[in-house]
């Protein structure tokens, strides 16, 4: 496995992502249909923390650029284990969201590259797939990008879009 390949692995589940989002109305951002637990902006606001911490924080730690990608907050609001809330004052707007989630892969996709093979090599703890070490992190960033983008191709399609084809 090779940190090209995880790179495009992110880089395509972006793209898949992008599809999903470029169809979905910005007025629907905060709408969480009947017996659905979720909404496109949690969803979004998910993926751009999660994306942070699997690719920069654990590759590299804490930098100072990392204050210009999200705030304390934003992480917190959208971190493992938070619950969409209906309220969409309990949020950013889904401007702010969006800018977020686009600056994290921008930041993503200008370090990344620069991971070394011996860097990629340390170990980490869960989450991680295929191997337990930062290669893994990487991978994992794809894997939980794809899975969140099924969760927003399901709200889109309540939306009462027709299917990607």
Same mark, same amino acid.
């Given at each position: 496995?090779?940190?090209?390949?995880?790179?495009?692995? !992110?880089?395509?589940?972006?793209?898949?992502?992008?599809? !999903?989002?470029?169809?979905?109305?910005?007025?629907?951002?905060?709408?969480?249909?009947?017996?659905?637990?979720?909404?496109?902006?949690?969803?979004?606001?998910?993926?751009?923390?999660?994306?942070?911490?699997?690719?920069?924080?654990?590759?590299?730690?804490?930098?100072? %650029?990392?204050?210009?990608?999200?705030?304390?907050?934003?992480?917190?609001?959208?971190?493992?284990?938070?619950?969409?809330?209906?309220?969409?004052?309990?949020?950013? @707007?889904?401007? /702010? !969201?969006?800018?977020?989630?686009?600056?994290?892969?921008?930041? %993503?996709?200008? /370090?990344?590259?620069?991971?070394?093979? /011996?860097?990629?090599? /340390?170990?980490?703890?869960?989450?991680?797939? @295929?191997?337990?070490?930062?290669?893994?992190?990487?991978?994992?960033?794809?894997?939980?990008?794809?899975?969140?983008?099924?969760?927003?191709?399901?709200?889109?399609?309540?939306?009462?879009?027709?299917? !990607?084809?």
């Amino acid at each position: 496995m090779s940190l090209a390949l995880a790179l495009g692995q !992110i880089e395509f589940a972006r793209k898949y992502t992008l599809s !999903i989002l470029d169809e979905i109305d910005a007025s629907h951002w905060f709408t969480m249909p009947a017996g659905t637990p979720t909404h496109v902006a949690w969803q979004v606001g998910h993926l751009a923390m999660a994306q942070y911490g699997l690719c920069l924080y654990r590759q590299r730690g804490r930098q100072e %650029v990392d204050l210009e990608l999200m705030s304390s907050s934003f992480r917190k609001l959208f971190s493992k284990g938070s619950v969409p809330e209906a309220d969409p004052a309990a949020y950013p @707007a889904p401007e /702010e !969201i969006r800018a977020t989630f686009d600056r994290v892969y921008a930041q %993503v996709m200008k /370090e990344a590259p620069a991971f070394t093979p /011996e860097q990629l090599a /340390e170990p980490v703890d869960m989450p991680y797939c @295929a191997y337990p070490n930062k290669l893994g992190s990487l991978l994992m960033a794809s894997h939980h990008e794809m899975l969140h983008a099924g969760q927003l191709g399901l709200l889109r399609r309540m939306f009462g879009n027709q299917p !990607i084809r």
